[in-house]
């Protein structure tokens, strides 16, 4: 390396340290800023609520916003998704339960959405994840909700029908699968692959044309799988990144999934009704009465507020009440005048009306 060079390698090392100083000393005037709203918090309710989904969702949306590179927008977010993290945990560290076990995309969600200063426990079912949020065993729980290859995850539907819980945010995810296998397998040698049956779904074409004659062993989760093959030679498993670094495993083929847009939503539960972040959604369960032209009925006032329906899903109901069951998700939030409009129009149609809640639109 030339002299000048060197030199040119110095000054801007230096100018980093300077620079890393810098970022330093305003992280640390950000936490105390976040302590001292943690004060003023609690100074005018004891039992204040820290986490502030609807601020965290501007104070991501506007970082983006104003960022103009070379990072971009997406990873940007994240690093302050990290730093807003950390001061959240200085006010109180907040608990999160996730279905399990570790190593699953909820849990990779759960990190997505909270940052890795929370507390996450993996439980073993759904409504597991619902009863710890229920009891108060932890703040918040985070489920699968619907994957944009295999449609919904019923027993998420199913468990908010008789729940209380309000959906306090949603997360999406990319989902890439990878086929695992031990460091001392190889290729030809794999007879038997597990994952669980939404991977092989979402996996199906690429098994058919590159592992046609492997037995397919459907297990609980992706992590599951991957613990599995951990000390089996002849087998592989299909699942994500945080599988393969919790057990070690080594990747045979990447990014297998068949449709490249995989993505998986999960909702974030809790005891919480968020207030505007500016661009929400709101989440419904509806039931009508079984008549000839029930889900016109309840689709109209929609169309006639210019409400954008982002989901539409109809479960069957499990009591004599609930004949229709509808779950609906819409731009919009319930303190907007013209969605309190729209739902109590919908409330007069319908036999039941839930509102699951309103919550920011996902940033990340
Ligand atoms: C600081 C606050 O509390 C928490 C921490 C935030 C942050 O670090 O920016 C944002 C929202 C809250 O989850 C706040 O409510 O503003």
Redesign the pocket.
């Known amino acids: 390396m030339s002299e000048s060079n060197k030199q040119g390698l110095g000054g801007l090392r230096n100018r980093i340290d300077e620079i890393d100083s810098d970022i330093l000393r305003l992280i640390s005037e950000?936490a105390e800023?976040?302590r001292q709203?943690?004060e003023t918090?609690t100074a005018s309710d004891p039992d204040a609520v820290?986490?502030?989904?609807e601020?965290?969702a501007q104070?991501l949306r506007r970082v983006m916003e104003m960022n103009q590179g070379p990072l971009d927008s997406e990873e940007m977010a994240r690093l302050f998704r990290e730093?807003?993290s950390a001061?959240?945990a200085l006010?109180q560290p907040i608990k999160v339960a996730y279905l399990g076990p570790e190593g699953t995309f909820t849990q990779q969600a759960s990190l997505k959405h909270f940052g890795d200063s929370a507390i996450s426990l993996p439980m073993a079912a759904i409504d597991e994840v619902f009863r710890e949020v229920e009891a108060g065993a932890v703040n918040y729980g985070v489920v699968p909700v619907e994957n944009s290859t295999e449609g919904v995850i019923n027993h998420t539907l199913d468990s908010f029908m008789d729940s209380s819980l309000h959906i306090c945010g949603e997360v999406v995810l990319r989902i890439h699968h990878h086929l695992l296998v031990s460091d001392t397998t190889l290729k030809d040698k794999v007879s038997r692959i597990y994952s669980h049956p939404q991977s092989f779904a979402q996996c199906r074409k690429w098994l058919d044309a590159h592992f046609p004659h492997a037995e397919r062993v459907p297990v609980s989760s992706n992590a599951e799988a991957a613990r599995m093959v951990k000390s089996e030679w002849h087998s592989a498993a299909i699942a994500g990144d945080m599988a393969a670094k919790l057990y070690g495993l080594k990747h045979l083929a990447e990014k297998i999934e068949d449709r490249p847009d995989n993505s998986t939503r999960f909702l974030i539960i809790g005891n919480q009704q968020v207030p505007m972040s500016g661009t929400d959604k709101t989440s419904l369960v509806v039931a009508m009465r079984n008549q000839p032209g029930a889900l016109h009925d309840l689709l109209e006032p929609f169309h006639r507020h210019q409400i954008d329906l982002t989901r539409l899903e109809t479960r069957p109901s499990r009591t004599g009440v609930w004949n229709y069951v509808f779950f609906i998700d819409f731009a919009g939030h319930v303190d907007e005048p013209r969605v309190a409009a729209l739902l109590e129009e919908v409330r007069l149609r319908a036999s039941e009306l839930k509102v699951l809640g309103s919550y920011p639109q996902g940033v990340l």
């Open positions: 950000r800023c976040a709203v943690a918090k820290f986490y502030r989904p601020r965290e104070v730093i807003m001061c959240l006010e």
